[in-house]
Nanobody, 121 residues
Framework: QVQLVESGGGSVQPGGSLRLSCAAS????????MAWYRQAPGKQRELVAT???????NYADSVKGRFTISRGNAKNTVYLQMTSLSPEDAAVYFC???????????????WGQGTQVTVSS
C-alpha cells in the first residue's frame, strides 16, 4: 500500500506565501516523478508543477516565477513553495506520484487527499 499525505494548506492574504508538503510512504520501490495539481470549485483539476527523478521541473504558465517545486533529500517528499498568491490560486491542491511498488513491473499513479488553499483579504 502507498499513501501520499499533503500538509501546509491554509488561508493567506493576496500577495502572501504558503509552502505545501507531500510525503509518500508505503511499499515504494522507486518514484519516477511527483507533481502538484489543483482544483478550484466548478473547474477541472489542472496541473501546477512536476518534478522527475532527475529533478527536472515543469510549471503551468500561470504559476511560473511564483511557485517552486522541489524534492526532499529522501526523494519521497515533494514541496510546493507558493509566493505572490492571488485569489485565482485558491483551490484544493493535490499531490501526485508516479511510482513503482515493491514487486511491481509497472508504474502506478497515486494521489493524496488534497489540502485547501484559500487566498482572500
Amino acid at each position: 500500500q502507498v499513501q501520499l499525505v499533503e500538509s501546509g494548506g491554509g488561508s493567506v492574504q493576496p500577495g502572501g506565501s504558503l509552502r505545501l508538503s507531500c510525503a509518500a510512504s508505503g511499499t515504494i520501490f522507486s518514484i519516477n516523478a511527483m507533481a502538484w495539481y489543483r482544483q478550484a470549485p466548478g473547474k477541472q483539476r489542472e496541473l501546477v508543477a512536476t518534478i522527475d527523478w532527475g529533478d527536472t521541473t515543469n510549471y503551468a504558465d500561470s504559476v511560473k516565477g511564483r511557485f517552486t517545486i522541489s524534492r526532499g533529500n529522501a526523494k519521497n517528499t515533494v514541496y510546493l513553495q507558493m509566493t505572490s498568491l492571488s485569489p485565482e490560486d485558491a483551490a484544493v491542491y493535490f499531490c501526485n506520484a508516479e511510482l513503482w511498488t515493491i514487486g511491481s513491473t509497472v508504474h502506478t499513479v497515486y494521489w493524496g487527499q488534497g489540502t485547501q488553499v484559500t487566498v482572500s483579504s
